[in-house]
């Protein structure tokens, strides 16, 4: 079968947008979600809904099921070792921050330094310089080359004995430039770094195993990968997870309390205060489903060959320039046009039903290195085809003939 | 007509000649040294990023203005034609323009609250009305002249 029979399975995707049919070309900033998703978190709404771990009655017991299946599934998905080294987030940016904030600040000191590298997403900048704010530690960048790949050897250079951790994104959310992350943690493993990956743009486009990988910590987003909004998780190393203390205080984290004392709870629970999103979990779960019945090798090699397309259509116009052009890549190809802001250019392709982001991407640092203020970036999924191609490069033909002098 | 000619002729709405051409030879683009009076405009959304200076004198009339800086072809004309509409105004009268402009692109049919006002060569911008995310673009300077003329170090945002 191929691919583009899986557009059928996404609703959304079955639409007119000022009068053409909907292109999109945005599932790196949220993904459309199928209706196997859909409907299963309908269903437990409409069914099976109640508080989870507080109950003895019915429903309730159906609710912890449910929430805790899909904490199975996800544990399978990433192949984590235990399901309770699956925390349950709001997505990649709270993931991190409670590594953030639980695991590095309590431990991190004056002289201390934190390595992330020029790629990353400001989800992965910005919680660690508000630790370093507070420590006195060292946010250190490692540098990236021109065609927005990781110079290797100059983030091994950085590597040494006062890096606390290595927080390290996947895949490059503006670029699309996937890191060889496995070499990455080997060499990282030599020092005695933690090691955080960002995985929120690697998920939906490729097989993950964490053990495989021997990261500390992974983090990603369900509504990147088909599942809802809010929804997100934290793969953490049981003994990393467990040495450390709560985040935040609330119900369910919590065995005993007493008001001179309380005792917390075990993995997962001691990192999921309150009540959690369970329909949102319930929707991770199908749609961690959905993508294993397709397999995660599937969808990489046709995504890597439509990507092929879509830059080599990208190239054939005049006054297009590529910005990324790593060797090994997933999903995103961003771009600017002589004169022609990306701005302008998202107008008017949303004008023509054609739906892609344009602007800095949370990325403004590698907006820097290219020396442009953004660029126009168009990001695949599986429901995508080269129909969507072609209607991308006819759109943009209008929009250079609109501008040209 | 065919659906790609239908779509330029609509586009063509908001993207005038007028507008066009303001963001391709901006007017007025250069630093000045002698400001009295400076304000950097910052759109987040697509990173439009504009400085506006003025030189306003004793009679509160708006000598010259100029500005520089990135931006959209919206927010780059519409900080070029303000440049060019304020020059030789009274700075009271420019902010009122500012207010009659963010009405006529935000609430077309509200009463016209400075009515002897004509907007002039900026009804340009009224094709904006359409794209409710572009309407910040086409204020953005304005917003940096309310910022400047009330000695506002923070930078405007349209946010
Ligand atoms: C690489 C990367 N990291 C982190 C994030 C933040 O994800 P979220 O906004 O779902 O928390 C994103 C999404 O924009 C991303 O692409």
């Given at each position: 079968?191929?691919?583009?029979?899986?557009?059928?399975?996404?609703?959304?995707l079955?639409?007119?947008?000022?009068?053409?049919?909907?292109?999109y070309?945005?599932?790196?900033?949220?993904?459309?979600?199928?209706?196997?998703?859909?409907?299963?978190?309908?269903e437990?709404?409409?069914?099976?809904?109640?508080?989870v771990?507080?109950?003895?009655?019915?429903l309730?017991?159906?609710?912890?099921?449910?929430?805790?299946?899909?904490?199975?599934?996800?544990?399978?998905?990433?192949?984590?070792?235990?399901?309770?080294?699956?925390?349950?987030?709001?997505?990649?940016?709270?993931?991190?921050?409670?590594?953030?904030?639980?695991?590095?600040?309590?431990?991190?000191?004056?002289?201390?330094?934190?390595?992330?590298?020029?790629?990353?997403?400001?989800?992965?900048?910005?919680?660690?310089?508000?630790?370093?704010?507070?420590?006195?530690?060292?946010l250190?960048?490692?540098?990236?080359?021109?065609?927005?790949?990781l110079?290797l050897?100059?983030?091994?250079?950085?590597?040494?004995?006062?890096?606390?951790?290595?927080?390290?994104?996947?895949?490059?959310?503006?670029?699309?430039?996937?890191?060889?992350?496995?070499?990455?943690?080997?060499?990282?493993?030599?020092?005695?770094?933690?090691?955080l990956?960002?995985g929120?743009?690697?998920?939906?486009?490729?097989?993950?195993?964490?053990?495989?990988?021997?990261?500390?910590?992974?983090?990603?987003?369900?509504?990147?990968?088909?599942?809802?909004?809010?929804?997100?998780?934290l793969?953490?190393?049981?003994?990393?997870?467990?040495a450390?203390?709560?985040?935040?205080?609330?119900?369910?984290?919590?065995?005993?309390?007493?008001?001179?004392?309380?005792?917390?709870?075990?993995?997962?629970?001691?990192?999921?205060?309150?009540?959690?999103?369970?329909?949102?979990?319930?929707?991770?779960?199908?749609?961690?489903?959905?993508i294993?019945?397709?397999?995660?090798?599937?969808?990489?090699?046709?995504?890597?060959?439509l990507l092929?397309?879509?830059?080599?259509?990208?190239?054939?116009?005049?006054?297009?320039?590529?910005?990324?052009?790593?060797?090994?890549?997933?999903?995103?190809?961003?771009?600017?046009?002589?004169?022609?802001?990306?701005?302008?250019?998202?107008?008017?392709?949303?004008?023509?039903?054609?739906?892609?982001?344009?602007?800095?991407?949370?990325?403004?640092?590698?907006?820097?290195?290219?020396?442009?203020?953004?660029t126009a970036?168009?990001?695949?999924?599986?429901?995508?085809?080269?129909?969507?191609?072609?209607?991308?490069?006819?759109?943009?033909?209008?929009?250079?003939?609109?501008?040209?002098? | 007509?065919?659906?790609?000619n239908?779509?330029?002729?609509?586009?063509?709405?908001?993207?005038?000649?007028l507008?066009?051409?303001?963001?391709?030879?901006?007017?007025?683009?250069?630093?000045?040294?002698?400001?009295?009076?400076?304000?950097?405009?910052?759109?987040?959304?697509?990173?439009?990023?504009?400085?506006?200076?003025?030189?306003?004198?004793?009679?509160?009339?708006?000598?010259?203005?100029?500005?520089?800086?990135s931006?959209?072809?919206?927010?780059?004309?519409?900080a070029?034609?303000?440049?060019?509409?304020?020059?030789?105004?009274?700075?009271?009268?420019?902010?009122q323009?500012?207010?009659?402009?963010?009405?006529?692109?935000?609430?077309?049919?509200s009463?016209?609250e400075?009515?002897?006002l004509?907007?002039?060569?900026?009804?340009?911008?009224?094709?904006?009305?359409?794209?409710?995310?572009?309407?910040?673009?086409?204020?953005?300077?304005?917003?940096?002249?309310r910022?400047?003329?009330?000695?506002?170090?923070?930078?405007?945002?349209?946010?």
């Open positions: 079968m191929s691919m583009t029979d899986y557009r059928k399975d996404f609703p959304a079955h639409q007119e947008i000022q009068g053409h049919p909907l292109v070309l945005d599932s790196a900033a949220s993904a459309q979600a199928p209706s196997v998703v859909i409907d299963a978190v309908a437990y709404q409409r069914c099976d809904h109640a508080n771990h507080r109950g003895v009655h019915t309730s017991h159906r609710a912890t099921e449910a929430f805790e299946g899909a904490r199975e599934k996800v544990r399978s998905f990433i192949n984590a070792a235990k399901s309770s080294e699956i925390i349950f987030t709001r997505g990649t940016t709270e993931a991190i921050n409670l590594v953030a904030q639980s695991y590095l600040r309590p431990i991190l000191k004056s002289g201390d330094q934190i390595l992330i590298t020029h790629l990353e997403h400001h989800s992965n900048i910005v919680p660690w310089q508000l630790v370093c704010e507070l420590t006195g530690a060292e250190v960048v490692a540098p990236i080359n021109d065609q927005g790949e110079k050897d100059a983030l091994y250079e950085l590597m040494n004995d006062k890096v606390r951790l290595l927080a390290i994104g996947h895949v490059s959310n503006a670029l699309g430039s996937i890191n060889p992350i496995q070499d990455i943690i080997a060499e990282a493993r030599k020092f005695n770094m933690a090691i990956v960002d929120a743009q690697a998920v939906p486009h490729m097989s993950v195993d964490v053990q495989a990988l021997d990261c500390d910590f992974y983090a990603f987003s369900g509504h990147k990968m088909f599942g809802p909004t809010g929804t997100g998780v793969y953490g190393k049981h003994a990393r997870l467990e450390m203390p709560p985040w935040q205080g609330g119900g369910d984290m919590i065995l005993e309390v007493s008001f001179t004392r309380t005792v917390y709870n075990d993995l997962p629970y001691k990192f999921e205060a309150g009540t959690p999103n369970i329909s949102g979990a319930v929707g991770l779960g199908a749609a961690v489903d959905y294993t019945a397709i397999g995660a090798e599937n969808i990489a090699r046709y995504e890597n060959q092929s397309y879509l830059s080599e259509q990208l190239a054939t116009i005049d006054g297009l320039q590529l910005i990324g052009t790593a060797a090994n890549k997933a999903s995103v190809q961003s771009f600017v046009i002589d004169g022609i802001h990306p701005h302008d250019l998202g107008t008017i392709l949303d004008h023509q039903g054609v739906a892609i982001r344009t602007g800095h991407h949370c990325a403004m640092p590698v907006m820097d290195f290219f020396a442009v203020p953004g970036r168009a990001s695949l999924a599986l429901y995508n085809n080269r129909d969507d191609v072609d209607k991308l490069i006819a759109a943009i033909r209008i929009a250079t003939e609109l501008f040209a002098e | 007509m065919s659906d790609a239908l779509d330029i002729e609509n586009l063509r709405e908001l993207y005038r000649e507008i066009l051409d303001h963001a391709r030879n901006p007017r007025n683009f250069e630093r000045m040294a002698d400001a009295t009076h400076s304000a950097e405009g910052i759109n987040p959304l697509c990173g439009d990023k504009l400085k506006l200076y003025f030189r306003i004198n004793a009679a509160n009339i708006i000598d010259d203005a100029k500005f520089e800086g931006g959209c072809a919206i927010s780059t004309a519409s070029s034609m303000l440049t060019e509409f304020v020059h030789g105004m009274d700075m009271n009268t420019a902010l323009y500012f207010e009659l402009l963010q009405q006529r692109l935000t609430a077309p049919d009463p016209v400075h009515a002897p004509d907007l002039g060569k900026l009804r340009a911008f009224e094709g904006v009305r359409e794209y409710p995310s572009r309407i910040k673009c086409a204020t953005l300077a304005w917003h940096a002249l910022s400047a003329v009330q000695c506002d170090d923070h930078p405007a945002s349209t946010e």
